[in-house]
C-alpha cells in the first residue's frame, strides 16, 4: 500500500469518525453482552480507530510496520487484559473485527474510488483482528502456565515435622518439573531450618513406577549433599510389590510403611528415643 494510499484511508477514517463508530461499537456491545460497558468499550474504540489513523497517517502499509507499532502494542494489551478477565477469542477480536461493520456501511454510501480504498482497509483491519487473536492466545499461555506453577508450588509443600525433621508429602503424579519443585523447595527449607532429617512420604502418590523412583532417587541424593539423611515413607503393600516386580533398588535408603514411623525413626536418630505414642501426643 502506497503511502498517500495509506494518507487517503487515514482521511476516510477521519471524515467518516461517527458513522463507521456508531455501527462498530453497536455490533461490539452486541457481541459481548454485558461483558463490557458500553463506555469502556467506545473508549477502546476510540484508542484503537486513533491509533490506527495515526499509523495510515505515518504511511503503514502492513500489520508489522513501525508505523503501527503503537497500535499493535495497544491491542497487546487489550488480549492480556481480555485474557486475565476469562474473555474468549472471539470476545476479544470482535473488538476489532466489528470495525468492518463500520467500514461496510460507508462503503455502500461511496463511490467505486472510495470502494476501493474500503477494501484495503478491510484487509488491514483483518490482519489487525488476526494479530490480536493471537496475541491473546500467546497471552492465554502465559497465564496457563503461570497458574500451573503456582498450583505446582502449593502442591508440593516442606512442612517442619519436629526440630531437625522435615516432611514433604507428595500427592498425585510425580513427573520432572515436580521433581524440580520439590528438590528447590526441600533445599531451602533444609538450609532455611537446619534439618538433618527430611522424610519423603509418598502416601498420595498412586503408583510408583521406575520413573517415578528414579525422581525420588534424585531428591534423596539432592538432599544428601546438603547434609540430610532421607526417608521414604508411605510404602504400601500395592507400592512395595510393583517397586519388587519393577526390581526397582533404594539401596541404602530408609523406608517406613507410614509418615509417623518414619518421624518415629528419625527422632531416634536424633538420640530422641520415643515411643509413637509419646511422638504423636497420645
Known amino acids: 500500500m502506497p503511502a498517500a494510499d495509506a494518507a487517503r484511508l487515514a482521511a476516510i477514517l477521519e471524515d467518516r469518525t461517527a458513522d463507521i463508530s456508531a455501527a462498530w461499537l453497536?455490533?461490539?456491545?452486541?457481541?459481548?453482552?454485558?461483558?463490557?460497558?458500553?463506555?469502556?468499550?467506545?473508549?477502546?474504540?476510540?484508542?484503537?480507530?486513533?491509533?490506527?489513523?495515526?499509523?495510515?497517517?505515518?504511511?503503514?502499509?502492513?500489520?508489522?510496520?513501525?508505523?503501527?507499532?503503537?497500535?499493535?502494542?495497544?491491542?497487546?494489551?487489550?488480549?492480556?487484559?481480555?485474557?486475565?478477565?476469562?474473555?474468549?477469542?472471539?470476545?476479544?477480536?470482535?473488538?476489532?473485527?466489528?470495525?468492518?461493520?463500520?467500514?461496510?456501511?460507508?462503503?455502500?454510501?461511496?463511490?467505486?474510488?472510495?470502494?476501493?480504498d474500503l477494501t484495503a482497509l478491510l484487509r488491514l483491519v483483518d490482519d489487525l483482528g488476526l494479530f490480536t487473536f493471537e496475541s491473546f492466545a500467546a497471552a492465554r499461555e502465559s497465564i496457563i502456565s503461570e497458574q500451573a506453577e503456582q498450583l505446582l508450588e502449593l502442591s508440593t509443600p516442606v512442612v517442619k515435622l519436629w526440630e531437625g525433621v522435615v516432611a514433604v508429602p507428595l500427592v498425585g503424579t510425580l513427573d520432572s518439573a515436580r521433581t524440580q519443585v520439590v528438590m528447590e523447595k526441600l533445599l531451602q527449607t533444609l538450609v532455611e531450618t537446619g534439618s538433618e532429617h527430611a522424610i519423603i512420604d509418598i502416601t498420595g502418590v498412586p503408583a510408583v513406577d521406575t520413573q517415578v523412583a528414579q525422581h525420588l532417587l534424585k531428591t534423596v541424593v539432592a538432599a544428601r549433599l546438603m547434609g540430610a539423611e532421607c526417608t521414604i515413607s508411605g510404602i504400601r503393600p500395592q507400592i512395595a510389590q510393583t517397586i519388587v516386580a519393577l526390581g526397582i533398588e533404594f539401596g541404602d535408603i530408609r523406608t517406613k510403611a507410614t509418615l509417623a514411623d518414619a518421624l518415629v525413626a528419625a527422632l531416634r536418630s536424633n538420640g530422641a528415643a520415643r515411643t509413637p505414642a509419646a511422638v504423636l501426643g497420645v
Open 26 to 116: 453497536d455490533r461490539v456491545v452486541a457481541e459481548l453482552q454485558g461483558r463490557t460497558t458500553r463506555a469502556e468499550a467506545q473508549r477502546e474504540q476510540a484508542e484503537i480507530l486513533d491509533a490506527l489513523v495515526d499509523g495510515l497517517k505515518a504511511g503503514g502499509e502492513r500489520v508489522d510496520a513501525p508505523a503501527f507499532d503503537a497500535l499493535r502494542g495497544l491491542l497487546a494489551e487489550l488480549s492480556a487484559a481480555r485474557a486475565r478477565l476469562g474473555f474468549t477469542p472471539r470476545e476479544t477480536a470482535v473488538g476489532v473485527f466489528a470495525l468492518k461493520e463500520g467500514l461496510y456501511a460507508v462503503a455502500g454510501e461511496g463511490d467505486a474510488a472510495d470502494v476501493a
